[in-house]
């Protein structure tokens, strides 16, 4: 199996956890629509029934978010074009830029010691 080989199977498993992610946040959205609904006519009668709005209305629009960005995630991951793999096979091919050091049983000492 080669490196991009490898690299599509690991972007395509993580798209497919993303995916997942996504469907069971989806099966949270009428839950929370109707949490939200329930609170939303309350307008200031009673301060706990505004911020139990507020909660609703932002666990609501959190979820929302995450499901967006989860389905850009997985469009993305599935994809794994070449920028995908250029993005993880840029760090297996770069080498560090120190110096060598001479070996272990060498006479001379290494170039940073004084």
């Given amino acids: 199996m080669s490196t991009k080989q490898a690299i ?5 498993a993580l798209a497919v956890y993303c995916l997942v992610w996504f469907l069971a946040d989806f099966t949270y959205v009428p839950s929370d629509l109707l949490s939200f609904w329930h609170y939303r006519d309350a307008y200031g009668a009673i301060t706990g029934t505004t911020y139990l709005r507020n909660y609703h209305l932002l666990t609501l629009a959190s979820r929302l978010l995450r499901m967006v960005l989860l389905f850009f995630a997985v469009q993305l991951l599935y994809r794994s074009g070449p920028a995908m793999q250029r993005y993880f096979l840029a760090s297996a091919e770069e080498e560090p830029d120190g110096e060598q050091l001479p070996p272990p049983n060498s006479d001379r000492p290494p170039d940073n010691v004084k």
């Fill in 8 to 12: 599509t199977i690991a972007s395509r």
